[in-house]
């Protein structure tokens, strides 16, 4: 089975502090991604990796950077918390996309980030 | 550009009653289809999957769901609802290039 874990469950910083979640899969996928979900909102992309050293934007990537040096760890990283970044992160990988794939993303438990 | 609404953010049956809960897509290339489920304080589980050939797939806990290109839909049913299905469900479409655009979510309530 497909293993993504995230390094913390809950965590509460406060405002101006230097965040860093952390992602970590043990199937060799090539693209990884971070998503926030807010009540109402559904899940929105804060950026993806399609590989080692490699980044794209999302729709909501102002307030966020990444960090990937290995391919099995993708990081997401508030450089300032703000109490607006509260929210559900979600981390996800897959394969790379080929003639077989089918684009399906496996979902860590998510980290629930609380701004104060 | 591709798109997923999911119609009604709230659903209420009763246990054992169908479940039905609708999803409508637009998408620029051919589609690829999926819903997910996320218990309580958990992550989001793959239910089932569309990508081609026959239209009526099947999942996971008795789900299925049909896509119908004429009314570009994908909507997920189960013919007797548990109480372990109340959850948050989403409607997942593929984007051209690499990522998933996702509804805004269903939650299930299920009563006995």
């Known amino acids: 089975d497909v293993k993504v874990t995230q390094s913390s469950r809950y965590l509460v910083k406060r405002t101006g502090e230097k965040v860093f979640l952390e992602c970590v899969q043990d199937?060799?996928?090539?693209?990884m991604f971070w998503y926030r979900q807010d009540p109402g909102l559904g899940l929105r992309l804060i950026y993806f990796s399609y590989d080692v050293k490699m980044k794209e934007k999302g729709d909501i990537p102002e307030g966020y950077s990444v960090s990937r040096e290995k391919k099995e760890r993708f990081s997401l990283i508030l450089e300032s918390a703000s109490t607006n970044q509260t929210s559900m992160y979600l981390c996800?990988?897959?394969?790379?996309?080929?003639?077989?794939?089918?684009?399906?993303?496996?979902f860590g438990p998510g980290t629930r980030l609380t701004v104060t | 550009a591709q798109s997923v609404t999911q119609l009604g953010s709230h659903v209420s049956v009763s246990e054992g009653a169908l479940v039905l809960l609708r999803c409508n897509y637009s998408?620029?290339?051919?589609?690829?289809l999926f819903w997910y489920v996320q218990y309580p304080n958990q992550g989001l589980q793959l239910l089932l999957k569309y990508t081609t050939g026959a239209t009526l797939v099947k999942g996971i806990n008795g789900f299925e769901a049909e896509f119908k290109k004429s009314e570009t839909s994908f909507h997920l049913t189960n013919p007797s609802a548990h109480m372990s299905d109340a959850a948050e469900y989403f409607c997942a479409v593929r984007q051209a290039g690499t990522a998933l655009i996702f509804g805004k979510g269903t939650t299930l309530s299920v009563s006995s």
């Open positions: 996800a990988s897959r394969p790379a996309p080929g003639l077989s794939s089918s684009y399906e993303q496996y």
């Open positions: 998408s620029s290339v051919p589609p690829y």
């Open positions: 199937m060799d996928h090539e693209n």
